[in-house]
C-alpha cells in the first residue's frame, strides 16, 4: 500500500540541539499526524494538523502542514535523553478518510 | 479515563498452533484498527472496524489472519497455523465516532514470537 517518505531514517545528536525530521507524499494529504513511540509502547500522538500551511507547537517540538499539502516537518529544539525514540508520520488524503498512511519512522538517539 | 489495552502483552508460540491476541479500545471509541510492526519497521495495517460497517480487511495478509470485534467493542485478532514470519509487535488502536481527523489512540502491544 502507499506509504509515506520519511527522513532521515535515524540520526543521532548531542544532548540540546535541534532536530528536524520530514514526510513527503505523492498525493495531497488533509490531515497530518506527528507520532512518537517509545520502546515497548504503542506510538502516541505527540502534534496533528489539518490545514495547509498551518504551525503547531507543544512545548519543544513544532510541526508544520506544507502549503503544497504534500508534506510535513517536525522540529524538536534543545533535545534531552527523554527525545530518544522513534517517531512517526502520518496521513489521510482526499481519496480515503478512513485509513492513515504511515511513513516508516525516524529512529532518534540523543547523546548525553 | 482508561486507554487502549491489549493482552497478553508477550506471547511465544510453536510454529503451527493457533494464537488469539485481544484489544480492549478506549470506551465509546466506534472505530478499531489492528497493525503488525516488525523489529526496526513501521507501521502495517491490517484491519479496521467502524462502527456497525463491514470491516476493511485489506491489509490482512493471508487468510490465516482473521479479526472480529463483539458488540462494538472488543476485538480478537486471531492467526491460525502461526509461521515464524508472523514473529511481530500487533498494536491495537481506536479512534472516538466522528473522528473526521482520525486521531489514533495505540495500546501497548502484543509482542508475538513464533518458534
Known amino acids: 500500500g502507499q506509504q509515506l517518505n520519511q527522513s532521515p531514517q535515524s540520526m543521532f545528536i548531542q544532548e540540546g540541539e535541534d532536530v528536524s525530521m520530514n514526510c513527503t507524499s505523492s498525493?495531497?494529504?488533509?490531515?497530518w499526524l506527528w507520532y512518537k513511540q517509545d520502546p515497548g509502547e504503542g506510538p502516541v500522538l505527540l502534534i496533528a494538523?489539518?490545514?495547509a500551511g498551518e504551525l503547531t507547537s507543544n512545548g519543544r517540538l513544532t510541526a508544520q502542514f506544507g502549503i503544497t499539502r504534500k508534506d510535513s516537518f517536525l522540529n524538536i529544539s534543545a533535545s534531552i535523553p527523554s527525545d530518544v525514540g522513534i517517531y512517526f508520520c502520518?496521513?489521510?488524503?482526499?481519496?480515503?478518510?478512513?485509513?492513515?498512511?504511515w511513513g516508516l519512522g525516524t529512529s532518534l538517539g540523543v547523546n548525553p | 479515563g482508561a486507554g487502549v489495552s491489549q493482552s497478553p502483552s508477550n506471547k511465544v508460540t510453536e510454529k503451527g498452533k493457533d494464537v488469539e491476541l485481544r484489544c480492549d479500545p478506549i470506551?465509546?471509541?466506534?472505530?478499531l484498527y489492528w497493525y503488525r510492526q516488525s523489529l526496526g519497521q513501521g507501521l502495517e495495517f491490517l484491519i479496521y472496524?467502524?462502527?456497525?460497517?463491514?470491516?476493511?480487511k485489506s491489509g490482512l495478509p493471508s487468510d490465516r489472519f482473521s479479526a472480529e470485534r463483539t458488540g462494538g467493542s472488543v476485538s480478537t485478532l486471531t492467526i491460525q497455523r502461526t509461521q515464524q514470519e508472523d514473529s511481530a509487535v500487533y498494536l491495537c488502536?481506536?479512534?472516538?465516532?466522528?473522528?473526521?481527523?482520525?486521531?489514533?489512540?495505540f495500546g501497548p502491544g502484543t509482542r508475538l514470537t513464533v518458534l
Open positions: 488502536a481506536s479512534s472516538p465516532q466522528g473522528a473526521v481527523y482520525n486521531e489514533q489512540f
Open positions: 470506551s465509546g471509541h466506534t472505530a
Open positions: 472496524f467502524q462502527g456497525n460497517s463491514a470491516p476493511d
Open positions: 498525493s495531497i494529504f488533509n490531515t
Open positions: 494538523l489539518y490545514k
Open positions: 502520518a496521513g489521510k488524503n482526499a481519496g480515503n478518510n478512513r485509513k492513515l498512511i
